[in-house]
């Protein structure tokens, strides 16, 4: 009868856990707080020192729910990764995948060496636990924090975020196991098995992702059915690449990349069914590892774990960033973001359970150390995300207005979306500014009534307009919809003042303004001048600084830019020669 | 220097009339060469339009020139009765003038100036105000208004 009414307790206990976390995500929202803290805090206050008294101890457990919740977290993220979104930035990201985490991990075991005094295979261990940056952090707080930023710098810190987990975990289970029985490894061994980890799981991802998309087109499932034959599959490719000692978490996130790209029947209903598992997944994992954790054992911890955390935020990842960055044409200010963005989230405490797992002395240092540096990388690099990307200007500005837009994906095409609009009575679309050529207007809806765009005559404030275009450019169709005293200043701030035609010679446009030009540049068009700076990665919103202005990629055709714009950087009584300072403060504050 | 110093009331019209944008300019220029040689001017501002239309779009232009011939920089607003086109970007014509013609040492200095304009008249509610002022008078006290709001 007891052990009856325990599953009750159990359920009702658990559930009220996540939707306590939800209920307080609402309330965090409102002041900016990084939300998975919020979970991790319930799980906390939940747990032995807080209020909810919950003893729990079962690593095990918390391993087994980690290594599941990441997987599913995983494949979500492959699957909404465009192949697009690769384009310009798979090599560096790679890179940084790789490379990055091992430089992270080893400069943080220099720290870790001199401030907690560990041995110097335990100190790369710690290292390789909280170097990684983290998908569910990264994800979210990129997406949800209602930050859009310029997409190669929005696709470089997703997917590094994703593609260096599996890294990570790949160098944790390595030391782990080296520290468990040292003998008679050799480092040949340790190349064979990162070989094998990589191989096995790369292949083992495409193929898997291959398989499961041909099953999900000749399969007949319907919607929910689908979904879970989605996630099933997914969590046999990750078992069965670990069981063949492929790296499982590599596997998963490449299935889902597959699986993405290829056009699998009904995607975006799957992809919203799949969102609300990926989130319970988020949540149950902080929560447990919230759970775990136990805060009155922090103590004696706390302070050389904040001199790693800011060691690891100031030094070990600028460090790694700047050396995978600096061979690919990325800015100054775009480097420093990415550098900035090492969210570090629930995988670092995750892998932290590992050595405890194994038994291995200092486990639970590790896990305090890994626990408060993803504490103190969740509450300040979270919360200053948006202040750094408004600081490194790598925001796009005005986005966040522009909540009028309705998105819906096509299943069956990826190439295009659905974009619904309501016209604002005013708006240039309504003043004769031109639909870009990539965009269609597929219906009106006016008066409640659906109407053809061949019937319904030119579109009129009060409308709804329907639009085909490609995903990654849909923004730019804001501010023809947008109501009039928004739009002109979103423009302005977007594109600058002027607007010249790419033919126009960079010297004719630099003499007029007098503005200073390298020699070599003098013969180039601005199109020419845009091409060498940025080469086949140029987009939209692109710009090259010439002194008190910056030029602007303001519209694109195949050969490069075709349109710029020319934006006086003006804030306070002198041309902005320093942005920083500048961009801190509201431009109603600075002295004109 | 600010904007209006080198805006005298003379310079404030509303009672020109241009059949196109060649037009606009020649008169534009005889405003700011006032007793001087407007070919001065006229191929200042010529010499960047040719580079690109100085339309910001909405119904605004601020024509602008650098020239080694002159001394003083020098400004002139107008408001049409009739919009001309001006090839901005948005294609719509323009009603609202503002031209700028400043001698060749000043390079800073003229992007400061065109910036404090580019910035006045992405104000709605300005731009409304000098399409509803009564006369140049009117006009001109708008704009005195937005330049010191702004500042």
């Given at each position: 009868?007891?052990?009856?009414?325990?599953?009750?307790?159990?359920?009702?206990?658990?559930?009220?856990?996540?939707?306590?976390?939800?209920?307080?995500?609402?309330?965090?929202?409102?002041?900016?707080?990084?939300?998975?803290?919020?979970?991790?805090?319930?799980?906390?206050?939940?747990?032995?020192?807080?209020?909810?008294?919950?003893?729990?101890?079962?690593?095990?457990?918390?391993?087994?729910?980690?290594?599941?919740?990441?997987?599913?977290?995983?494949?979500?993220?492959?699957?909404?990764?465009?192949?697009?979104?690769?384009?310009?930035?798979?090599?560096?990201?790679?890179?940084?995948?790789?490379?990055?985490?091992?430089?992270?991990?080893?400069?943080?075991?220099?720290?870790?060496?001199?401030?907690?005094?560990?041995?110097?295979?335990?100190?790369?261990?710690?290292?390789?636990?909280?170097?990684?940056?983290?998908?569910?952090?990264?994800?979210?707080?990129?997406?949800?924090?209602?930050?859009?930023?310029?997409?190669?710098?929005?696709?470089?810190?997703?997917?590094?975020?994703?593609?260096?987990?599996?890294?990570?975990?790949?160098?944790?289970?390595?030391?782990?196991?080296?520290?468990?029985?040292?003998?008679?490894?050799?480092?040949?061994?340790?190349?064979?098995?990162?070989?094998?980890?990589?191989?096995?799981?790369?292949?083992?991802?495409?193929?898997?992702?291959?398989?499961?998309?041909?099953?999900?087109?000749?399969?007949?499932?319907?919607?929910?059915?689908?979904?879970?034959?989605?996630?099933?599959?997914?969590?046999?490719?990750?078992?069965?690449?670990?069981?063949?000692?492929?790296?499982?978490?590599?596997?998963?996130?490449?299935?889902?990349?597959?699986?993405?790209?290829?056009?699998?029947?009904?995607?975006?209903?799957?992809?919203?069914?799949?969102d609300a598992g990926t989130w319970l997944c988020q949540i149950v994992m902080f929560l447990v590892l919230g759970l775990l954790a136990t805060p009155h054992t922090l103590g004696p911890a706390l302070l050389p774990a904040l001199g790693l955390a800011a060691f690891l935020m100031l030094v070990g990842r600028p460090l790694a960033v700047t050396l995978c960055l600096a061979p690919f044409r990325y800015g100054k200010r775009e480097i420093g973001f990415v550098a900035w963005v090492g969210l570090r989230g629930a995988v670092g405490i995750f892998l932290a359970?590992?050595?405890?797992?194994?038994?291995?002395?200092?486990?639970?240092?590790?896990?305090?150390?890994?626990?408060?540096?993803?504490?103190?990388?969740?509450?300040?690099?979270?919360?200053?995300?948006?202040?750094?990307?408004?600081?490194?200007?790598?925001?796009?500005?005005?986005?966040?207005?522009?909540?009028?837009?309705?998105?819906?994906?096509?299943?069956?095409?990826?190439?295009?979306?659905?974009?619904?609009?309501?016209?604002?009575?005013?708006?240039?679309?309504?003043?004769?500014?031109?639909?870009?050529?990539?965009?269609?207007?597929?219906?009106?809806?006016?008066?409640?009534?659906?109407?053809?765009?061949?019937?319904?005559?030119?579109?009129?404030?009060?409308?709804?307009?329907?639009?085909?275009?490609?995903?990654?450019?849909?923004?730019?169709?804001?501010?023809?919809?947008?109501?009039?005293?928004?739009?002109?200043?979103?423009?302005?701030?977007?594109?600058?003042?002027?607007?010249?035609?790419?033919?126009?010679?960079?010297?004719?446009?630099?003499?007029?303004?007098?503005?200073?030009?390298?020699?070599?540049?003098?013969?180039?068009?601005?199109?020419?001048?845009?091409?060498?700076?940025?080469?086949?990665?140029?987009?939209?919103?692109?710009?090259?600084?010439?002194?008190?202005?910056?030029?602007?990629?303001?519209?694109?055709?195949?050969?490069?830019?075709?349109?710029?714009?020319?934006?006086?950087?003006?804030?306070?009584?002198?041309?902005?020669?320093?942005?920083?300072?500048?961009?801190?403060?509201?431009?109603?504050?600075?002295?004109? | 220097?600010?904007?209006?110093?080198?805006?005298?009331?003379?310079?404030?019209?509303?009672?020109?009339?241009?059949?196109?944008?060649?037009?606009?300019?020649?008169?534009?220029?005889?405003?700011?060469?006032?007793?001087?040689?407007?070919?001065?001017?006229?191929?200042?501002?010529?010499?960047?339009?040719?580079?690109?239309?100085?339309?910001?779009?909405?119904?605004?232009?601020?024509?602008?020139?650098?020239?080694?011939?002159?001394?003083?920089?020098?400004?002139?607003?107008?408001?049409?009765?009739?919009?001309?086109?001006?090839?901005?970007?948005?294609?719509?014509?323009?009603?609202?003038?503002?031209?700028?013609?400043?001698?060749?040492?000043?390079?800073?200095?003229?992007?400061?100036?065109?910036?404090?304009?580019?910035?006045?008249?992405?104000?709605?509610?300005?731009?409304?105000?000098?399409?509803?002022?009564?006369?140049?008078?009117?006009?001109?006290?708008?704009?005195?208004?937005?330049?010191?709001?702004?500042?």
């Amino acid at each position: 009868m007891n052990a009856i009414h325990d599953i009750y307790w159990l359920l009702a206990a658990a559930s009220a856990l996540v939707l306590v976390g939800i209920g307080s995500s609402l309330v965090a929202r409102r002041f900016g707080a990084p939300l998975l803290l919020v979970f991790l805090v319930v799980g906390m206050l939940a747990g032995v020192d807080g209020p909810g008294g919950i003893h729990f101890d079962d690593v095990g457990t918390t391993y087994r729910i980690g290594s599941l919740a990441l997987a599913v977290i995983l494949f979500d993220g492959g699957l909404r990764t465009r192949r697009e979104s690769f384009r310009g930035v798979s090599a560096p990201t790679l890179l940084l995948a790789t490379v990055g985490v091992v430089v992270t991990a080893a400069l943080t075991s220099l720290a870790a060496r001199a401030l907690l005094g560990l041995g110097p295979v335990q100190a790369l261990l710690l290292g390789s636990v909280v170097a990684s940056t983290d998908a569910a952090a990264v994800f979210f707080l990129l997406r949800a924090g209602g930050l859009q930023l310029r997409s190669r710098v929005g696709a470089t810190l997703e997917i590094e975020s994703s593609a260096n987990d599996p890294v990570a975990v790949l160098l944790t289970t390595l030391l782990a196991e080296f520290l468990a029985a040292p003998t008679g490894v050799t480092a040949g061994d340790i190349a064979l098995e990162l070989a094998l980890q990589f191989g096995v799981g790369a292949l083992g991802g495409a193929f898997g992702g291959f398989a499961i998309a041909a099953a999900m087109r000749r399969l007949p499932l319907t919607g929910g059915l689908a979904a879970l034959f989605l996630v099933a599959a997914a969590l046999f490719v990750f078992g069965v690449t670990g069981w063949l000692h492929g790296s499982a978490f590599l596997a998963v996130y490449f299935a889902g990349v597959v699986v993405g790209n290829r056009n699998v029947p009904g995607f975006a209903n799957l992809l919203s069914v799949l969102d609300a598992g990926t989130w319970l997944c988020q949540i149950v994992m902080f929560l447990v590892l919230g759970l775990l954790a136990t805060p009155h054992t922090l103590g004696p911890a706390l302070l050389p774990a904040l001199g790693l955390a800011a060691f690891l935020m100031l030094v070990g990842r600028p460090l790694a960033v700047t050396l995978c960055l600096a061979p690919f044409r990325y800015g100054k200010r775009e480097i420093g973001f990415v550098a900035w963005v090492g969210l570090r989230g629930a995988v670092g405490i995750f892998l932290a359970s590992i050595p405890m797992l194994m038994r291995l002395p200092n486990a639970q240092l590790i896990f305090n150390v890994a626990f408060i540096v993803v504490l103190a990388s969740l509450l300040v690099q979270g919360w200053t995300l948006g202040l750094a990307a408004r600081l490194l200007d790598v925001a796009l500005p005005h986005r966040d207005r522009a909540v009028r837009r309705v998105e819906l994906d096509l299943p069956g095409s990826l190439e295009r979306e659905m974009v619904g609009y309501a016209v604002a009575p005013g708006a240039a679309i309504l003043t004769g500014a031109p639909l870009p050529g990539w965009a269609q207007l597929a219906m009106i809806v006016r008066g409640g009534a659906i109407l053809m765009p061949d019937a319904s005559g030119p579109l009129a404030g009060g409308d709804y307009a329907y639009l085909l275009a490609p995903p990654g450019r849909v923004y730019r169709l804001d501010w023809l919809f947008a109501p009039p005293e928004e739009a002109r200043e979103a423009e302005r701030e977007m594109f600058g003042e002027f607007s010249f035609d790419a033919d126009v010679r960079l010297a004719d446009v630099a003499e007029f303004y007098a503005l200073p030009i390298r020699a070599k540049d003098a013969p180039l068009t601005l199109a020419e001048h845009f091409t060498r700076r940025y080469e086949h990665t140029i987009e939209i919103g692109d710009r090259v600084r010439l002194g008190p202005v910056s030029l602007i990629a303001r519209e694109l055709d195949d050969d490069g830019v075709r349109k710029v714009g020319l934006k006086l950087e003006r804030l306070g009584n002198v041309l902005v020669r320093r942005p920083w300072l500048a961009r801190l403060l509201p431009s109603r504050f600075v002295a004109r | 220097m600010p904007f209006l110093d080198l805006l005298p009331a003379e310079r404030v019209r509303t009672d020109l009339a241009a059949a196109d944008k060649g037009g606009l300019i020649e008169q534009l220029a005889r405003l700011l060469a006032g007793d001087g040689d407007p070919a001065i001017a006229r191929d200042a501002l010529a010499a960047r339009e040719r580079l690109g239309s100085t339309g910001l779009g909405h119904g605004v232009a601020i024509p602008h020139g650098r020239s080694a011939k002159i001394d003083e920089a020098c400004a002139a607003f107008v408001r049409l009765a009739a919009p001309v086109d001006f090839g901005a970007d948005d294609g719509r014509p323009v009603d609202l003038v503002a031209a700028l013609l400043v001698p060749a040492h000043f390079t800073d200095q003229h992007l400061k100036l065109l910036a404090e304009l580019a910035e006045l008249f992405s104000d709605v509610e300005v731009t409304r105000a000098l399409r509803s002022a009564p006369d140049a008078t009117a006009l001109r006290a708008v704009l005195e208004r937005g330049l010191r709001a702004d500042g």
